[in-house]
């Protein structure tokens, strides 16, 4: 049965791992004990359908071992979210929620020493972009190397996606829009307009 919180389309799950890069990369090694970390990921133009992630993280980091061993990961991704109060509504007789937006990627990871220099500079060049005094690797050549040498990068071949975009997809449109009119956060605003679209305009 298809969730009325699925995305609706791949392009969903782009925009989320565009908007909101910073994702949690997660193992368990065989004590059973769970490796986590907090990266920045980003995703790579689709070869042949699949998604592929490229990423770096330090050499010291567990995970480098654990991965080299076992490359089956799970990586977190966290949108925008926000408590969702009964006292937003002129109807108070309802409970309160949560509304948000995430995916949980299942994914093989590779280190790869050869795409650490690309892993570094297209995560600059993305999150720089739009910036008026926009920064460039080129500004600390004379430390680059050094600073490099301390990480490696890694590609994540994503084989499952698991995504829930809870937007308010299940209420009036009456109560999106009072669930609109108390938000605060731009991102959250944008993506609870998007998904709600068709139905806001059906109803103006």
């Known amino acids: 049965m298809h969730s ?3 995305p609706r389309s791949p392009e969903d799950i782009a925009t989320l791992l565009r908007t ?3 994702a949690w990369l997660v193992s368990v090694d065989p004590a059973g004990e769970v490796l986590s970390s907090q990266l920045p990921l980003l995703a790579l133009p689709p ?6 992630l490229l990423g770096h993280m330090a050499r010291t980091n567990p995970l480098v071992a654990r991965l080299g061993e076992r490359p089956r990961a799970a990586i977190l991704f966290q949108g925008p979210n926000a408590y969702v109060s009964p006292s937003w509504y002129a109807d108070r007789d309802s409970a309160p929620t949560w509304i948000y937006v995430n995916a949980t990627l299942t994914a093989d990871v590779t280190l790869r020493e050869d795409l650490t220099d690309r892993a570094l500079n297209l995560l ?3 999150m720089e972009q739009g910036r ?3 920064w460039r690797v080129a500004e600390i050549a004379h430390r680059y190397a050094a600073l490099r040498d301390r990480v490696i990068g ?3 071949k994503v084989v499952k996606v698991d995504a829930r975009f809870k937007l308010a997809q299940d209420e009036p449109p009456a109560v999106v829009r009072e669930t ?25």
Do not use: Y
């Open 124 to 126: 600059v060049h993305q």
């Open 4 to 6: 009325p919180f699925a």
């Open 47 to 52: 070869e042949e359908g699949e998604m592929l």
């Open 132 to 134: 008026p005094e926009r």
């Open 20 to 22: 909101a890069p910073l």
């Open 154 to 156: 890694f590609t994540a």
């Open 180 to 204: 609109l009119g108390h938000l605060e956060e731009d991102a959250l605003i944008r993506w609870v307009e998007a998904v709600n679209a068709e139905r806001l305009g059906a109803e103006s």
